[in-house]
C-alpha cells in the first residue's frame, strides 16, 4: 500500500482499463482511461488529495489491485446535501473517500485490509469523519455492506441518475 506516484500512469491506465463494466458503473469519481491515469499522475496534489494504491508483484511485475481516493476537504454537491439534512460537513476536519478494488480481488479481503491501513492514518492527520464521494448506490449491497462494516451509517437518500443513492458517513 502507498501512495500515487508520478511514474505510475501506466500501470494505472491498465488499473483502470482493466475494470469491468459493472464495477466501472458503481464506481465514478472520474473516467477509467489512460488520459485520466497520465492526468492524475502529472497532478498529483496531496496536500488536497490522497490517491493510495494497493499493489501486488507478480510474475508480469506490479499490478494495481485497489485504487482508494481521499478528498481532504468536501466536494460542493456533497456538502450540499448534507447541509440540508442539517449534517454540515466541515472541510477542515471532515474527508471523502471513493474506493475501488480490481474485480478479480473483489471480496477477498482487498479493501478492508486498504481501510484498516487507511482509517488510522486519517485519524492521525486530525480528520474527524470520512463521508462517501457521491454516495453509493443502492443498487450495490456489497458496497453498503463493505461501508456499515467500517462504521459508516446512512444518514439520507437521494436520486443518482438512474437509482437511489445513500449518503453514508463514519466517525473516525
Known amino acids: 500500500l502507498r501512495p500515487l506516484r508520478p511514474d505510475d500512469a501506466p500501470m494505472l491506465g491498465r488499473y483502470f ?16 482511461d489512460q488520459q485520466t491515469a497520465n492526468r492524475l499522475c502529472a497532478d498529483l496534489d496531496s ?7 494497493g499493489i501486488v508483484i507478480g510474475e508480469a511485475g506490479a499490478e494495481i489491485i485497489a485504487y482508494f481516493i481521499v478528498h ?14 442539517g449534517m454540515p460537513l466541515d472541510a477542515a476536519v471532515d474527508s471523502e473517500l471513493a474506493p475501488s478494488v480490481a474485480d478479480a480481488y473483489q471480496s477477498s479481503g482487498v479493501g478492508s485490509l486498504v481501510m484498516g491501513h487507511l482509517l488510522p492514518l486519517l485519524r492521525r492527520l486530525g480528520r474527524r469523519r470520512l463521508a462517501l464521494v457521491g454516495g453509493v448506490r443502492g443498487d450495490n ?8 462494516k467500517f462504521g459508516f451509517a446512512k444518514v439520507g437518500e437521494f436520486q443518482s441518475r438512474d437509482v437511489v443513492s445513500f449518503d453514508m458517513i463514519a466517525a473516525l
Open 17 to 32: 482499463l482493466g475494470l469491468s463494466r459493472e464495477t466501472v458503473r458503481v464506481y465514478g469519481p472520474h473516467p477509467f
Open 72 to 85: 481532504f476537504g468536501v466536494y460542493e454537491s456533497d456538502g450540499r446535501r448534507y447541509q440540508e439534512r
Open 47 to 53: 496536500a488536497h488529495t490522497l490517491r493510495m494504491l
Open 141 to 148: 449491497p456489497r458496497a453498503i455492506h463493505f461501508y456499515e
